[in-house]
């Protein structure tokens, strides 16, 4: 089955900068990567995603690259802000398929002031 | 407004005893999905159902039941067969078929005392 390997765990960067996660896939089949940011507490929300025809995705501070070759893809916030703190998880599923979504453990991102 | 409501928010339960965590959705989507969350560990799928009345199991079902009676719920039942319950569960859901977004609740914390 798929499995989703995402680094860093944790990620503490100073207000302005930028913030990058990484995501590798095993299961080539998969072709869609969707990233959800988690407030504590609360449940996941989309805050982009990936199909497998593209390469590059990009929403205001938020873009996400997928390299298909390689199996792997990655988050980018740039100009970081306080309220981006939260835990950033990254999944991959087989559209089309069984539907299943498969997650990364999760990064705890952290933007300090 | 639509969405994915999931009740209680907080449950406590003794040692023991079974208990059912609620999750409604007014999306009219196909697919519903259970996960669990534990700290570092990211979202487990439990079980998930693509059409009523069928479900299938997830990678961490055991000690775990549920039913699909109507499209819009999707009841978990934790069994005192689950060793060590005290998490924090979350319910997902999709329209079939696939290509659109998981939604998710806010989430069950359930603490075993």
Request: a negative charge; zero cysteines.
């Given at each position: 089955g798929e499995n989703v390997e995402q680094h860093p765990s944790t990620l503490s960067v100073q207000e302005g900068d930028s913030a990058v996660i990484k995501c590798t896939y095993?299961?080539?089949?998969?072709?869609y990567f969707p990233w959800y940011k988690q407030e504590l507490g609360k449940g996941p929300q989309l805050i982009i995603d990936i199909r497998s025809n593209v390469g590059e995705k990009k929403d205001q501070r938020i873009a996400v690259t997928l390299n298909k070759t390689a199996k792997h893809f990655s988050l980018h916030i740039t100009e970081t802000q306080p309220e981006d703190s939260a835990v950033y998880f990254c999944a991959a599923s087989k559209e089309g398929g069984s539907e299943k979504l498969v997650f990364g453990k999760g990064t705890k991102l952290t933007v300090n002031p | 407004d639509g969405g994915i409501t999931q009740s209680p928010k907080y449950l406590f339960r003794k040692e023991g005893q079974n208990v059912t965590l609620s999750c409604e959705q007014?999306?009219?989507?196909d697919a519903m999905y259970w996960y669990r969350q534990d700290p570092g560990q990211g979202l487990r799928l439990i079980y998930y159902s693509q059409i009523v009345n069928d479900f299938q199991k997830g990678d961490i079902a055991e000690g775990y039941s549920v039913s699909r009676e109507k499209k819009e719920s999707f009841p978990l039942t934790v069994t005192s067969a689950q060793k060590n319950p005290t998490a924090f569960y979350l319910c997902a859901s999709l329209n079939l078929p696939g290509y659109g977004v998981v939604f998710f609740g806010q989430g069950t914390r359930l603490t075993v005392v």
């Open positions: 095993s299961d080539s089949a998969s072709n | 007014n999306l009219n989507h």
